[in-house]
């Protein structure tokens, strides 16, 4: 086990809380780095905005023995029409799949996205796909697979959530993956996985096994999108038939731009980040979280408020934030 550069006085009983004072930026990350050496389980630091989350990564990944993740933030205004980057959305979902089995490490987010309401735990567990070398299955099923968890069919896999078919080759990049792969089929059966690179094409190390996770925060099969469309109904009442309008787009399955703010009607009851974090993490705040919070909400509500149009994102007691 790593030495101690010094002891800290860490909270040992739930509800319990110390504070640390005059640390320095620089220092913050050795303070954070020895208190994960002495905490025995996952250490969870909220930041106050995300160049702070980012900084501390960085410095955190060369200073500490322990595993850093980062959860990002979606990096779009509250309520926009832009959809976050497909590599944001799979750094994001490989950090949810990473806590559902963490047992001591340092996680990392922002204010701003701990306040953002999540895909529930069990969206995750129940829609992850072990894919191992002599399976056996039929290249075509595994297409529909792969469109039934949201990815898209291309020429050339470029990026996360891509996949394409080149007779008996499947190319796919899975999200949260830091490489694309080159599943190799004989009749149907899996021969061969390997990571390839994206801008030579060429296959590169022989690997056994990959985790493959949905491409999207929300379910994207038929039972996803239905469940979305009656809860739509049931929100907003009479639908319109304009051809252009979300509930028309998403009922044909065209994700468009900015979906992911209608995020809580394709799912029950939405959960937070607590619900994924296990029992004995331990939690490090920053004294001005509490402005930065407040800074956020505002800044979300007059973007509520000034619409004049319905906003992509159902009713307030709804809100993805809220």
């Known amino acids: 086990m790593k030495t101690a550069f010094f002891q800290l006085d860490i909270p040992s009983t739930p509800n319990d809380h ?16 020895e208190i994960a050496e002495q905490h025995q389980h996952l250490t969870v630091v909220v930041t106050p905005d995300t160049r702070s989350a980012v900084r501390l990564s960085g410095i955190l990944s060369e200073l500490s ?7 990002p933030d979606w990096e779009t205004l509250p309520y ?51 894919i191992k070398r002599s399976d056996r299955i039929v290249i075509d099923k595994m297409r529909l697979q792969l469109e039934s968890a949201g990815y898209r069919a291309v020429e050339q896999v470029l990026e996360h959530g891509e996949y394409a078919v080149r007779g008996s080759l499947l190319d796919l990049f899975p999200m949260g993956s830091a490489v694309p792969f080159r599943l190799d089929f004989f009749d149907d059966e899996i021969d061969s996985i390997r990571t390839f690179d994206v801008d030579t094409q060429r296959t590169l190390d022989e690997i056994q096994s990959i985790n493959l996770l949905p491409a999207h925060e929300f379910p994207t099969d038929d039972k996803g999108i239905e469940f979305f469309r009656s809860q739509f109904r049931e929100t907003f009442g009479e639908i319109r038939r304009d051809p252009e309008h979300i509930y028309q787009q998403i009922s044909k399955g065209t994700l468009i731009s900015g979906i992911e703010y209608w995020q809580p009607l394709f799912f029950a009851e939405m959960a937070t980040l607590f619900d994924y974090l296990p029992t004995q993490a331990l939690l490090w705040i920053w004294k001005q979280i509490k402005h930065k919070g407040s800074v956020f909400i505002k800044m979300q509500n007059s973007v509520m408020n000034n619409a004049k149009r319905i906003l992509y994102v159902p009713y307030c007691h709804r809100n993805i934030y809220g």
């Open 80 to 130: 926009d029409t832009f959809s976050p980057h497909q590599d944001i959305i799979s750094s994001r979902l490989s950090a949810l799949f990473y806590l559902q089995n963490a047992k001591k490490g340092i996680f990392l987010l922002p204010i701003a996205t701990l306040m953002q309401r999540l895909c529930p735990p069990q969206y995750l567990q129940h829609n992850v796909l072990l």
């Open 18 to 33: 110390k504070i640390l004072g005059n640390v320095l930026q620089g220092a913050d990350a050795l303070a954070i780095s």
């Open 65 to 71: 023995s322990q595993e850093v993740r980062l959860f």
